[in-house]
């Protein structure tokens, strides 16, 4: 049943009463029941004779002492330990113990295979301790861990390794120490047998850092990409940001079991698997630059997130945010700053924006939330990465580093909120970002309506811009904001033609603040093509009502790369539009010949980085077109990008051909270019895979059994399956029989049927369920099968019988006993209802009924369903 489950609101911040500055933390260590003392320096910072009030979960309490003995009044409530009649400054025992082996929610202490490991970020740390389990008590952390040699020959903990030993009977003890003060939700404790790779690193400042990377046994060779990557990380920060690192070690352990992607735990960062283990043959390139960004994102939390924390969990995206950009940069930098920044920019779009419109719509900085796990959101994320570039774009990178230095030197050490970020930045480069924040505050996303004149006579040009956010959930009344709206004009032959007025150049970034604005431009010799939110300035939508013949240009002259993919993404959603309402009316679709022509000469440009290419003639997902609907209908939107895509397949056959069979494979290398034409050759396949049966079967066969690499391998099985081709089951299962004791490869084998358009789809994954290589609580599997067919295979899961729906009810029913947060994940396609026609919304809020009936909700799962049922 429904539980009535509390809101916390950020307005109801209090610091506490009582501070913690050290803890001793002793672990007699086993699997099935550990034994935790945590030994705590409590100082009293507020009033004195307040209780002090711990949190702890699932603990069982054996022994509480205040400086030596039982304290005279405390008692245990749901979740917390209240102590009464306290000194001052006091040390504080508890004695508890733990489940590791029951723990099946990946919170707090648990067993990852035969590893035991710990997760707490958010709140994991009140599983392993009662404790003031919150960003802003920072304490110094020693760590004494007693296990089973045998079993756990590596024992590994925060900070320096400063003490070990054998007590004799097969059992050793380590003890860590780690001289930064942190909150609780960045301690980690690993216990375990790996193989390890050593590295080091030598700081800007000429210290040594020891680098070790803890793998499974065997996998040592997949470990060497995560190590270079963290390298490249370290030196860049220093380069770009000026951060060095702070301690003397600095570990990565990969684990098999793990919610997330990966944890910044202070000098003992703990990543799924998925994120460190890379070989030619078992990863694709887009796991490779994952590991890459990933790697990067862990080590930059070390400044921005550990050094610098959060006051509290509705300041999440002060150190997320600023994170995100950070990996972004990082990427760009090393990588190819076009593909990145269009790869973030589709999540942004198909992702982002669908949640900002969804019942769980929220600012980048929550005003109040039951389940702060619900929160690690694309918006916290990706939009409050967004918000510090438009942050960036509007000081440009010498006064933004200003500004961080500043940042830093203020904060070094403390937990602070977005506003405390905020005013560093004032203060630092003297700007006043009062209508900015907003951004902070406002959930929705903006909608642009551009409109524009052009005067013959005075040669000048004007833009109306307006801006209109329409009302959330969670906010009914919208304000204006500041957008920096990018742009640059062009001449109908592809010219750039110059910003200026009354003879004064203007900047390219115009700033819109008010709800209607205009601009306008002289000189201009006649009518221009505009070229609007170039490199996505602000994370808004635009509406401009662009000719075909306009956007062609833009695809095929403009000087930015990011604006000929996005010319291209405004011409489809053009015809997209079209042809779904031809479809859903009976009506022959409308296939226009200029896209192919345009497509042509993308193809045939040499000129033109081939990874950008592929962006570019690639049709957009389902769920990215799905983004240009209110009214979403994901069967017209499958059958419309599947008539395209044959369309396209037809017409530019021998292109394809040619491109394919000229770019040969070469040594296999993970560089831009390499990547880049490894992506274009598989573009080209999977439209071949398209257009003539016994040629396709006989390039992807090939191709599958001649590949070295899984980029190659994995892009025949997705073309087979894609277009249903005969030699599909074939494959999957030479691929099942070579990889099926490999979960993260078989990752992308479950992934490839689960998004499969055959119309028994669904059957397919009901039965995968069973596959040898399945396992339903690792949640990397959940995602591949179950996450994958629901987020990713919009036609089946939103099929008009409901059985898409019910299959992940039945799912959901079992993971919201063991695993909340994982649950409250995969049911997101479910709680969007409002996307979608009465006929599906009737039978989403069915299942949603039956989900708010299940015994014992989890708060995840209730904060989420009972937004999707509130009925506005
Ligand atoms: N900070 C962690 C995420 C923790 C999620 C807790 N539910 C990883 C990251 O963002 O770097
Ligand atoms: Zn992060």
């Given at each position: ?179 930064f003060?942190k909150?609780?939700?960045l ?13 080091k690193f030598i700081t800007c400042s000429g210290r040594e850092v020891?680098l ?14 995560a190590m270079a990557s963290l390298k490249r990380a370290m030196r860049w920060d220093e380069t770009r940001f000026g951060f060095e690192y702070d301690l003397d070690i600095y570990?990565i ?8 992607g990966a944890m910044e735990n202070k000098g003992?960062n ?5 994120y ?13 630059l994952n590991i890459e960004r990933v790697i990067g994102h862990e080590y930059f939390h070390n400044w921005t997130g550990n050094r610098i924390t959060c006051?509290?969990?509705?300041q999440l995206s002060l150190k997320e945010g600023l994170t995100v950009f950070r990996d972004q940069e990082f990427s760009s930098d090393i990588g190819s700053r076009?593909?990145n920044r269009?790869?973030n ?19 980048i ?15 916290v994320y990706e939009k409050g990465a967004e918000v510090i570039r438009m942050l960036h774009t509007l000081l440009g990178e010498e006064k933004f580093q200003a500004g961080m230095r500043y940042y830093v030197s203020r904060h070094d050490g403390n937990a602070v909120t977005c506003e405390d970020f905020l005013v560093s930045m004032e203060e630092a480069v003297k700007i006043?970002l009062?209508?900015f ?47 920096p ?50 490199n996505?300035s ?335």
């Amino acid at each position: 049943m429904m539980q009535q489950q509390k809101e916390k609101y950020r307005h109801d911040y209090r610091a506490t009463d009582y501070t913690i500055t050290n803890i001793h933390l002793d672990f007699d260590l086993n699997a099935d029941i550990t034994t935790v003392t945590a030994i705590s320096t409590v100082v009293l910072q507020g009033k004195a004779g307040t209780p002090l009030v711990l949190n702890g979960k699932d603990l069982r309490l054996i022994n509480l002492q205040i400086d030596g003995k039982e304290p005279t009044r405390y008692r245990l409530e749901e979740d917390i330990l209240i102590i009464e009649e306290l000194p001052n400054t006091f040390t504080l025992t508890v004695k508890t113990l733990i489940y590791p082996k029951n723990n099946t929610a990946l919170d707090g202490l648990y067993l990852s295979k035969k590893t035991i490991c710990t997760q707490c970020e958010a709140e994991g740390f009140r599983h392993i301790t009662f404790y003031l389990d919150r960003p802003d008590v920072l304490a110094r952390f020693t760590t004494r861990i007693l296990a089973d040699k045998k079993q756990y020959p590596y024992l590994l903990s925060n900070g320096n390794l400063v003490n070990f030993g054998d007590t004799g009977e097969g059992k050793h003890w380590v003890v860590w120490e780690d001289p930064f003060p942190k909150p609780s939700y960045l301690f980690a404790l690993v216990a375990g047998n790996f193989d390890v790779l050593q590295d080091k690193f030598i700081t800007c400042s000429g210290r040594e850092v020891k680098l070790e990377i803890f793998v499974d046994c065997g996998n040592l060779e997949r470990a060497d990409w995560a190590m270079a990557s963290l390298k490249r990380a370290m030196r860049w920060d220093e380069t770009r940001f000026g951060f060095e690192y702070d301690l003397d070690i600095y570990m990565i352990v990969a684990v098999d079991f793990f919610n997330m992607g990966a944890m910044e735990n202070k000098g003992l960062n703990i990543f799924n698997a998925k994120y460190v283990l890379a070989r030619m043959d078992t990863a694709t390139d887009i796991d490779y630059l994952n590991i890459e960004r990933v790697i990067g994102h862990e080590y930059f939390h070390n400044w921005t997130g550990n050094r610098i924390t959060c006051r509290d969990w509705f300041q999440l995206s002060l150190k997320e945010g600023l994170t995100v950009f950070r990996d972004q940069e990082f990427s760009s930098d090393i990588g190819s700053r076009v593909v990145n920044r269009i790869n973030n920019v589709r999540i942004m779009r198909s992702e982002q924006f669908a949640e900002d419109a969804s019942p769980m719509a929220h600012p980048i900085r929550p005003d109040k939330v039951i389940e702060i796990n619900n929160f690690y959101t694309l918006t916290v994320y990706e939009k409050g990465a967004e918000v510090i570039r438009m942050l960036h774009t509007l000081l440009g990178e010498e006064k933004f580093q200003a500004g961080m230095r500043y940042y830093v030197s203020r904060h070094d050490g403390n937990a602070v909120t977005c506003e405390d970020f905020l005013v560093s930045m004032e203060e630092a480069v003297k700007i006043d970002l009062t209508l900015f924040r907003r951004w902070y505050s406002q959930s929705g996303t903006p909608l642009l309506t551009v409109r524009d004149d052009y005067n013959n006579t005075l040669n000048q040009y004007t833009l109306y811009v307006t801006q209109k956010t329409l009302p959330t959930l969670d906010q009914p009344e919208k304000k204006s904001l500041h957008i920096p709206l990018d742009i640059e004009l062009y001449d109908v032959h592809g010219a750039v033609i110059p910003l200026q007025y009354n003879g004064v150049m203007l900047n390219k970034i115009l700033n819109i603040n008010e709800s209607i604005q205009s601009f306008t431009f002289d000189r201009v010799p006649s009518r221009p093509i505009p070229s609007l939110l170039r490199n996505f300035s602000a994370p808004v939508r635009v509406d401009y009502p662009y000719r075909d013949k306009e956007l062609i240009t833009l695809m095929l002259f403009s000087t930015n790369d990011f604006s000929r993919w996005d010319a291209t993404q405004s011409l489809l959603s053009i015809y997209v539009r079209l042809n779904v309402t031809l479809y859903q009316t009976g009506n022959s679709l409308n296939l226009p010949l200029h896209i192919v022509d345009a497509f042509r000469k993308i193809l045939s440009n040499p000129g033109l980085d081939p990874a950008l290419v592929a962006e570019i003639i690639m049709l957009p997902t389902e769920n990215e077109m799905a983004s240009w609907f209110d009214c979403v209908d994901p069967i017209a939107i499958h059958h419309v990008r599947n008539v395209l895509t044959i369309w396209i397949a037809n017409e530019l056959r021998d292109e394809f051909l040619t491109v394919y069979r000229s770019n040969p494979r070469g040594i296999y290398r993970i560089e831009h270019r390499d990547i880049g034409l490894r992506a274009l050759r598989n573009c080209c396949l999977y439209y071949l895979a398209f257009g003539d049966e016994k040629l396709a079967v006989h390039l992807i066969t090939e191709q599958y059994h001649q590949a070295d690499n899984m980029t190659d391998t994995l892009a025949a099985i997705v073309a087979a399956t894609a277009a249903q081709l005969p030699c599909q089951n074939q494959l999957l299962t030479q691929f099942d029989d070579r990889w099926y004791q490999d979960g993260l490869v078989m990752d992308k084998w479950f992934k490839v049927q689960a998004t499969s358009p055959a119309p028994d789809v669904l059957y397919k994954v009901k039965t995968l369920l069973n596959h040898r290589s399945f396992n339903l609580k690792n949640p990397n599997r959940v995602r591949a099968l179950i996450g994958a067919f629901s987020s990713n295979n919009p036609a089946a899961f939103h099929e008009v019988n409901g059985n898409g729906y019910a299959f992940l009810v039945e799912i959901l029913t079992d993971l919201n006993i063991y695993n909340p947060q994982l649950s409250s994940i995969m049911v997101e396609p479910l709680i969007r209802v409002k996307r979608y026609n009465l006929e599906r919304q009737k039978l989403m809020y069915s299942a949603l009924e039956d989900l708010k009936n299940l015994e014992n909700l989890s708060g995840d799962l209730f904060e989420k369903v009972s937004k999707a049922l509130t009925k506005v």
